[in-house]
């Protein structure tokens, strides 16, 4: 059963389709997964009860079997734990939220319900989502599959872990400064931070990165991720800044063909980063890639090297100014009071 873990979700929801494997058969392999790796990843951090669990998988089996199967029926996903699921903790990493239990889910988790996913549980992440590693005072730090003495980056970290180390075929993230993009690069997963707006960050009641944080999947192929993003694009009520619908299917738009080769433009520094010199070779080597599928690859110049030293000095101040008016907005709160005794 663990082979399945090892499929892409779309070769997955084919084969629970197509009756080649079982919802049932799937929940037991992640179940089994999570016991086996997650005491070394520390991906998982909260998890729905396991009887319960099974009980989702068979209705889902019951519902492939009479032809009326979802496009995500059967497939076990985790959500980071910045976002809510209801009935399970959303602690953002924070000490004085590890008792905060989500009333009802986001827009992006009941969607992702509504397509048959069932909800496994929480994948870890740093405190309010602000670090490129995965590590908190609530569940403690989270550790590459492919190296448990390295990080898998953050703040997806977590959900990054779980994808990579085929603990869960589907989970959840967020990006406002690469925190989907640095764990996919840090993993070997693919990560988008799609166009603000285009999924739904609501409901919320508390303070976030309103205008940069976006949710994005993280999937094992574009085409998996096309496939994520199909179920939870639209506009929602409960967020003001969520677009229309794009009216196509990613997945399908994936899927065409292209017409004719392409002009790809490459900058292997953007005009200012110092690059690792192994990661600068592997950029490389991609690079080649497009080559010799026949595409052409015209190196360009980046930005002026001036926005790297800027980024530096407005990430601090801004950082501290927006944790500063949070924290001020929650002082009289006992649960802060508590965390500063």
């Not at 009641?205 to 496939?227: H, M, N």
């Not at 990613?250 to 520094?269: N, T, V």
Request: aromatic share 6%.
């Amino acid at each position: 059963m663990r082979e399945l873990l090892t499929l892409s979700l779309t070769d997955l929801t084919e084969s629970l389709e197509n009756g080649r494997c079982s919802p049932v058969e799937l929940m037991n392999a992640v179940l089994a997964r999570i016991d086996e790796a997650n005491p070394d990843l520390n991906a998982v951090v909260a998890m729905r009860d396991r009887n319960v669990l099974l009980v989702d998988a068979r209705e889902s089996e019951r519902r492939l079997a009479a032809g009326d199967g979802r496009p995500l029926e059967g497939i076990p996903f985790g959500v980071k734990d910045l976002e809510d699921a209801a009935g399970l903790v959303t602690s953002m990493g924070s000490l004085p939220f590890r008792d905060n239990v989500a009333e009802r889910d986001s827009d992006q988790v009941a969607r992702l319900k509504a397509a048959g996913a069932i909800l496994v549980g929480k994948t870890n992440a740093p405190e309010f989502g602000y670090t490129a590693i995965t590590k908190n005072l609530v569940y403690g730090v989270t550790r590459s599959p492919w190296n448990l003495e390295r990080t898998p980056g953050g703040s997806s970290g977590g959900s990054a872990a779980a994808m990579a180390g085929c603990v869960l075929p589907l989970v959840t993230g967020s990006d406002g400064g690469g925190s989907v993009r640095i764990p996919a690069s840090f993993s070997g997963t693919f990560g988008l931070k799609p166009t603000f707006g285009r999924v739904s960050a609501g409901p919320r009641k508390r303070w976030s990165y309103r205008d940069t944080s976006c949710y994005g999947p993280i999937t094992k192929t574009v085409e998996d991720a096309g496939l994520f993003l199909d179920q939870v694009v639209g506009p929602s009520p409960h967020d003001p800044n969520s677009l229309p619908h794009p009216g196509y299917s990613y997945r399908d738009k994936i899927r065409e063909p292209i017409d004719g080769p392409l002009r790809i433009a490459f900058s292997p520094d953007l005009g200012y980063a110092v690059v690792q010199s192994d990661i600068a070779a592997a950029v490389e080597d991609a690079v080649k890639v497009f080559e010799g599928l026949g595409h052409k690859v015209e190196d360009i110049e980046g930005g002026h090297r001036s926005w790297g030293h800027s980024g530096l000095r407005w990430a601090p101040s801004r950082t501290h100014r927006t944790s500063t008016s949070f924290f001020r907005s929650v002082r009289g709160t006992s649960a802060v009071r508590l965390s500063l005794a």
